[in-house]
């Protein structure tokens, strides 16, 4: 990918095989405009398409991973034109990318920045990386991910608890809970500790690794919200047989229902 064509981000190949994407926006603390991520997808795609990358690194920098969507630029987004434009749909580009990626979180990674962290392969933290969906505090909802994501990696009481309180977590409970595969001593052992793990995925075969990804990813896929519908489905196609008016008749009228198993 080339350099010079990026104003919000950074990409290097600091290692064989390794492609590093530093969001860089540091006066802001790396909030997620859409010319930010229109650049991280185009240099996902490319380092993607290049085929020398086997696995990429996300990082920000110490104080910030990202600290959210920018708000700057929704505030005065109305809902014709979020929904019009279908706003944020191409967040989830990353979720397409077929090759590892890998995030190196340290400092803030809140509201948009969380949900960008938890949508790679494989999430690793500093000491002092701060997690949180605080969207509730500006009257809206995590809009990226942020509500089914967390609630995968931590269940729903704690997932529950974050997003309608907007609290903060920590990197230690990010690990604890499941939603950090590891934290690190410093914020450079962290990065350092990321380029070791995509350096070592890269080392592998290609299609291999791209198979092994599509099917961690598909235990994820076919989950609740599927076995809910098709549980509805179910539920609605019993108002075809008789014995759902016997049922329901009875209890109104305060009989004993009569099956007929039809
Ligand atoms: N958007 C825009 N600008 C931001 C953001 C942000 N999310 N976060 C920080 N900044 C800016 C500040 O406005 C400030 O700018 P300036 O210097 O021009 O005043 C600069 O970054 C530095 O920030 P602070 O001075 O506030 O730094 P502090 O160290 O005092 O505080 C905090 C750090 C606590 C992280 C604080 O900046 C903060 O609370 N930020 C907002 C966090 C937040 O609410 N994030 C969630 C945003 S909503 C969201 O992500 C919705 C996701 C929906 C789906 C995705 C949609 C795109």
Redesign the pocket.
């Known amino acids: 990918p080339a350099e010079a064509s990026y104003e919000h981000i950074l990409i290097s190949t600091p290692r064989p095989g390794v492609g590093q994407i530093t969001l860089n926006r540091p006066?802001?603390?790396n909030?997620?405009s859409t010319p930010l991520m229109t650049e991280l997808n185009a240099a996902l795609r490319a380092f993607e398409a290049s085929k020398e990358a086997g696995a990429v690194v996300i990082t920000g920098n110490e104080k910030a991973f990202a600290?959210?969507?920018?708000?700057?630029e929704?505030k005065d987004l109305n809902f014709a034109s979020a929904f019009g434009n279908d706003f944020?749909k191409n967040?989830s580009e990353l979720t397409q990318i077929s090759i590892p990626i890998i995030a190196a979180v340290n400092g803030?990674a809140?509201?948009?920045g969380c949900?960008l962290a938890m949508m790679v392969d494989i999430l690793y933290c500093g000491p002092k990386a701060t997690f949180g969906q605080?969207?509730i505090?500006?009257g809206?909802i995590?809009?990226?991910g942020g509500s089914q994501r967390l609630t995968w990696a931590i269940g729903k009481a704690k997932a529950m608890e974050i997003i309608l309180t907007g609290k903060n977590f920590s990197a230690e409970e990010a690990e604890r809970w499941g939603l950090a595969a590891r934290v690190f001593e410093t914020p450079e052992a962290c990065v350092e500790g990321a380029l070791d793990t995509a350096e070592t995925i890269a080392s592998y075969g290609r299609l291999a690794v791209k198979a092994a990804k599509e099917v961690v990813n598909q235990s994820m896929e076919n989950g609740l919200s599927e076995g809910v519908k098709f549980e509805r489905r179910v539920f609605q196609s019993l108002f075809a047989t008789r014995d759902q008016k016997i049922g329901m008749t009875a209890f109104a009228e305060k009989k004993k229902p009569q099956w007929t198993g039809e």
């Open positions: 006066k802001a603390l909030a997620l600290a959210g969507a920018d708000i700057k929704m944020i967040w803030y809140l509201g948009g949900e605080p969207e505090k500006l809206v995590p809009g990226a």
